[in-house]
C-alpha cells in the first residue's frame, strides 16, 4: 500500500466529510446562527497537510476553517458546540462558525478578514526562528486572498528573511461568486506569482491527499532545515457555494459534475481498494464516521446555551473588563 495514503488518513478525511455535512443538515434546520463556509471537497487539503506537521506547529486558516482545527485534533464535540452556540463550544460560544480558534491544538485560528492571517502566520514563524524553536507555521488561504496586498506583502517578507512557513493556496477556483479567471493576469494565481518572490512554482492535486502530504511534506521539512518559506497552490473545488446559503448556481453544472468525479475521499477510496483493501472495510470507517457525527449533534443540541457568565472573559488579554467598562 502506498504510504503515503493509509487508512488513518481516510478515517481522517470521513470525519472532515461528515462533520461539516452534519453542520450543513444543522444550518438548513435553522439551528445554527450566523454563515457557515463548508469545505465540502477540499478535505484532503486539510488531512494531507495536518498529518504532515508536529504537535507543536502553528496552522492558520480562513472562515473555511472546521476541518483545519479538526485536522489539527479539535474536538468534533467542541468544534460542534461552537456551530451550535451550546455549553461547550471551543472559543466559549463567542467565536461560531468562521473564528475556530484551537491554540491548544496548534490552530491559530480562522480569519474572516480575507488575508488577515497572512501576516500573522508570518508573526508566527518569525517568533519560532527567534526562539530557535524548530516550529513550522502552514497557512491556508484561497484563490482570491492572492489579490489581496496583505498576501504580497506576507510573501515577500517571509522570503526575504528565509522564515519557516509553508503557505498554501487553496485554489477552488472561485472567490465568492466570481471565476478566479476573471480577476487575475495569470493562470495560476499563487504559482504564478511565486517566482515573483524567489519562490518555486509549486502545484499539487489538491484532491489527492497522497499527494498533498508528500508535496506539503517537502515544503515543511525545507521550513524546518533552515530553508525558508514555500508557496504552495492545490487545485481543488468546494462541492457546494460559497456559504451554507449560497447554492452555487453561478457555476456551470458539468462543471460541478466533472469535480465531483475528482471528489477526495472517491479517489482515496479507489486508491485503496487498488492497493488491496476490502471496500466495505471502507464503508465501515465511513458509516461510523456519519453516525458518530449524527450522535454528536443529538447529544450537543440537548445542552443549554452557554450561562452568559463567561461572555466577558478573555475579551482583553490582561483580563481587566472590569475597570474598563
Ligand atoms: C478584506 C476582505 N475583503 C472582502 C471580503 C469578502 N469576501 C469574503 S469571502 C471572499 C472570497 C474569498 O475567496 P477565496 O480567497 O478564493 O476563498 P474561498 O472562499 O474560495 O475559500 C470575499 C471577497 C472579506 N471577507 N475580506
Ligand atoms: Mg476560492
Not at 28 to 57: W, Y
Not at 216 to 227: E, L, N
Not at 290 to 309: V, Y
Request: proline fraction near 5%.
Amino acid at each position: 500500500m502506498d504510504v503515503l495514503l493509509d487508512l488513518d488518513l481516510f478515517a481522517q478525511m470521513c470525519l472532515l466529510r461528515h462533520f461539516e455535512e452534519r453542520a450543513d443538515a444543522l444550518y438548513r434546520q435553522g439551528l445554527i446562527h450566523g454563515p457557515v463556509h463548508l469545505g465540502i471537497g477540499q478535505e484532503a487539503i486539510a488531512a494531507g497537510a495536518a498529518s504532515v506537521l508536529r504537535p507543536d506547529d502553528y496552522s492558520l486558516g480562513t472562515y473555511r476553517g472546521h476541518a483545519h482545527a479538526l485536522a489539527r485534533g479539535a474536538p468534533p464535540d467542541a468544534v460542534l458546540a461552537e456551530l451550535l452556540g451550546r455549553a461547550g463550544g471551543i472559543c466559549g460560544g463567542k467565536g461560531g462558525s468562521m473564528h475556530i480558534t484551537s491554540v491548544e491544538h496548534g490552530y491559530y485560528g480562522s480569519y474572516a478578514i480575507i488575508g488577515a492571517h497572512l501576516p500573522i502566520a508570518v508573526g508566527l514563524a518569525w517568533a519560532a526562528r527567534i526562539r530557535r524553536s524548530g516550529q513550522v507555521t502552514v497557512c491556508f488561504f484561497g484563490d482570491g486572498t492572492t489579490n489581496i496586498g496583505a498576501f504580497h506583502e506576507a510573501v515577500n517578507l517571509a522570503a526575504v528573511w528565509r522564515l519557516p512557513v509553508v503557505f498554501v493556496c487553496e485554489n477552488n477556483w472561485y472567490m465568492e461568486y466570481t471565476p478566479i479567471a476573471e480577476v487575475i493576469p495569470v493562470a495560476l494565481p499563487a504559482a504564478d506569482r511565486a517566482p515573483a518572490y524567489g519562490l518555486d512554482k509549486i502545484v499539487v492535486d489538491g484532491n489527492d491527499v497522497a499527494a498533498v502530504r508528500e508535496v506539503v511534506g517537502t515544503a515543511v521539512a525545507a521550513a524546518r532545515s533552515g530553508q525558508g518559506p514555500s508557496l504552495v497552490e492545490a487545485h481543488t473545488y468546494r462541492h457546494k457555494g460559497h456559504s451554507a446559503a449560497d447554492g452555487g448556481a453561478y457555476r456551470p453544472a458539468e462543471e460541478v459534475a466533472r469535480w465531483r468525479e475528482q471528489d477526495p475521499l472517491l479517489r482515496a477510496r479507489a486508491a485503496l481498494t487498488a492497493a488491496g483493501v476490502d471496500a466495505t472495510k471502507l464503508d465501515e470507517i465511513e458509516g461510523k464516521a456519519k453516525s458518530e457525527m449524527a450522535d454528536l449533534a443529538r447529544q450537543i443540541l440537548d445542552r443549554p446555551p452557554p450561562d452568559g457568565s463567561g461572555a466577558w472573559t478573555d475579551v482583553w488579554s490582561d483580563g481587566s473588563w472590569q475597570w474598563r467598562n
